[in-house]
């Protein structure tokens, strides 16, 4: 059971931190360092539960003063941390990115940012998780709730777990709990690394250490030497070898948690070994002091240096551990050490420091979201160009065609483009997804010398395939009545032209894809349409350097080698498609913005992209007009030319 404080703790706290930063930081030789947050829930294990323990054999346990303490000590610091990063990035965030930081600004208040991140990642939209300032704080969700169920068990639980039968259940639990980490990793690994059921055997090694530790045998000096040793290798094995695609929690988490309790279990034999010596010198206890302090402040800046596309080069490394030194040690000083221990029960804790700034939080939410314009933040030089990104996306300019009803799809004037017809009626007809949204003003420049009369029919990540492949592979009732209702609408009428969009590389990386795009080019064929497909443009590396205008960067472009890798499934479909209908168009607006070397973002000083893999609809405008003024234009060839 945790009586006094142990220095080799604290230390053992400056190594998982370390790791950490080495990792974020991008230190090659680190390249597993991510599993330091693993030691520190082995660590809290540990100690809170030898503190619950001790007040419960004390007879002075209060889930509210616990409560209150864990509040104390984790949301002052927390709160000058996302207050300060909020300030930092007002003058570069754009409106959505901005809106997702005061989102999980609030979920990480409460205790829930890992949830929210769990569902960020899973959006189609999803966000950068580099430029996330408070994606760090997943792991203080874990740990808050945690500290929610953990002194409620132990508290209805503690008298029975002293007795054998008590080992023995807890020995199940986590088997358990281990058991499930393993299978949730392989089933749901995004789940399994955000949640806390995946993590939990992880803080149950701890806690088994405090509550059993004494009972286990006792170890001589040699063997005490050897374990602690062992485990500090185990440790930093782990943070060299895995890497960021491994699977993890699951086995991999196994032998840097196992090399903790190994450590602390080492630490409570009264040896003094070289690995407790080493871990209890004044450095790194004054580190592990800090470790809370640092683990907030080490994220946020390369957050925002990776939104600023800044290279993370050697002297900007040791620039950000600099800084964060500096930070967490202000911090520590003069918030943690100074709030932690007011006399404030719940109510005033939670008061104080949960419900007032939540509301707080809240309000700079609802402000983001609902004014119409808050680019003041932005320096006035760029403001021009950042309304050009930020409010001219075409899913918001067309919504009507690309959110409205999925079987009674908008076909008024607000969906139409192009010279109307005779009779009203549109000869043409867009489908796809998003992309095929985002390339309207492309279609609109090369139709302006056609007769074309254009309806609009996109809906997010809804590529036009036929209706029994939609149910296999998107399977959503939305996305299968609205790909119904287009059938239905094609298969009535007179011939149309029919443009294709989609994102063509993420859905032909599926091989099925392949068959479901070729099937539904058949299907148009046979009734008679004339079909055009709108080839993609490359994807960027990440959304921010859809903003790369804004950062005053010399070079927004982009490797042609990189742009023509994403393309290499969708040509092996265009090359089959070629051959059994040689009549069918294909527009590569690719064309217009790449040379042999390099791939350009920015055209005749707009920005083209509103993020990493959709053009804005200015942007859309521009591209078009260069294809225009470099290439024929294709659309004139299906005999509807005004020129005619």
Not at 120 to 130: G, H, I, M, P, V
Not at 138 to 145: A, K
Not at 221 to 230: C, F, K, N, P, V
Not at 601 to 609: A, F, H, K, S
Request: hydrophobic letters at 45%; a neutral charge; aromatic letters at 14%.
């Amino acid at each position: 059971m945790l009586s006094t404080y142990r220095r080799d703790i604290d230390g053992l706290r400056a190594v998982a931190v370390s790791l950490v930063i080495l990792y974020h930081y991008k230190f090659a030789a680190f390249s597993g360092g991510f599993v330091g947050v693993d030691v520190f829930f082995v660590i809290t294990g540990f100690v809170i539960s030898g503190i619950l323990m001790r007040h419960l054999a004390e007879g002075r346990f209060s889930f509210f003063d616990f409560t209150a303490r864990r509040i104390k000590r984790l949301l002052p610091a927390f709160l000058v941390v996302s207050f300060v990063s909020f300030l930092l990035i007002s003058p570069f965030y754009m409106d959505e990115d901005y809106y997702i930081f005061s989102k999980s600004w609030l979920f990480a208040l409460v205790g829930y940012s890992n949830f929210y991140f769990l569902d960020e990642f899973a959006k189609y939209f999803s966000s950068d998780a580099e430029v996330l300032l408070l994606l760090h704080t997943w792991s203080l969700g874990v740990e808050m709730q945690f500290y929610v169920i953990w002194p409620l068990l132990l508290w209805g639980s503690w008298r029975f777990a002293r007795k054998p039968a008590g080992l023995v259940a807890f020995g199940a639990l986590l088997v358990t709990a281990f058991g499930f980490s393993v299978y949730q990793t392989y089933t749901n690994p995004s789940a399994a690394y955000f949640l806390l059921p995946a993590r939990l055997f992880e803080l149950l090694l701890g806690a088994g250490l405090a509550i059993y530790g004494e009972r286990l045998p006792r170890l001589n000096r040699t063997a005490s030497e050897m374990l602690s040793s062992a485990g500090l290798g185990f440790i930093i094995f782990s943070a060299m070898v895995l890497e960021t695609g491994d699977l993890f929690p699951g086995y991999n988490a196994l032998l840097p948690t196992l090399g903790t309790v190994m450590i602390i279990y080492s630490g409570m034999l009264d040896h003094q070994g070289i690995v407790s010596t080493m871990l209890s010198t004044r450095g790194l206890v004054f580190i592990g002091s800090l470790s809370y302090s640092i683990y907030l402040w080490h994220w946020p800046p390369v957050a925002l240096m990776n939104y600023q596309l800044i290279e993370l080069t050697l002297f900007n490394q040791i620039l950000l551990i600099c800084f964060t030194l500096l930070a967490a040690w202000a911090t520590y000083t003069f918030v943690e050490s100074r709030l932690r221990y007011r006399p404030w029960g719940l109510k005033a804790s939670f008061l104080n420091l949960v419900l007032v700034p939540a509301l707080m939080i809240w309000g700079v939410q609802a402000t983001i979201r609902i004014a119409d314009d808050i680019s003041f933040r932005i320096p006035e030089k760029n403001r021009e160009l950042y309304r050009i990104m930020n409010q001219q996306n075409a899913d918001d300019i067309f919504d009507a065609c690309f959110d409205g009803d999925n079987i009674a799809f908008d076909k008024s004037a607000a969906c139409l483009t192009g010279k109307k017809t005779a009779d009203g009626d549109p000869n043409a007809i867009l489908v796809g997804d998003s992309h095929g949204t985002s390339m309207v003003g492309f279609l609109e420049e090369l139709s302006k010398s056609t007769d074309l009369y254009t309806l609009i029919v996109t809906k997010a990540s809804t590529p036009f395939i036929l209706g029994k492949h939609t149910q296999e592979a998107l399977r959503k009732d939305k996305k299968v009545a609205r790909n119904k209702a287009l059938q239905d609408y094609l298969s009535q009428g007179k011939p149309k032209t029919v443009f294709v969009s989609a994102w063509w590389h993420s859905y032909l990386n599926d091989e099925r894809y392949q068959l479901y795009f070729m099937d539904m080019l058949d299907w148009l064929k046979e009734l008679g349409h004339t079909v055009v497909f709108l080839e993609d443009v490359p994807t960027l590396p990440s959304t921010s350097y859809a903003y790369c205008a804004l950062k005053s960067r010399t070079d927004c472009s982009i490797p042609y080698e990189d742009a023509e890798k994403q393309m290499e499934n969708f040509y092996r479909f265009r090359a089959n498609a070629m051959k059994r209908f040689p009549d069918v168009i294909w527009i590569n607006p690719r064309q217009a913005m790449c040379n042999e070397r390099r791939c350009e973002t920015i055209l005749e000083g707009i920005p083209l992209y509103r993020d990493d893999n959709h053009l804005n609809y200015i942007g859309s405008k521009v591209l078009g007009k260069a294809y225009l003024k470099q290439y024929e234009n294709p659309l004139e060839a299906l005999g509807q030319s005004k020129k005619s």
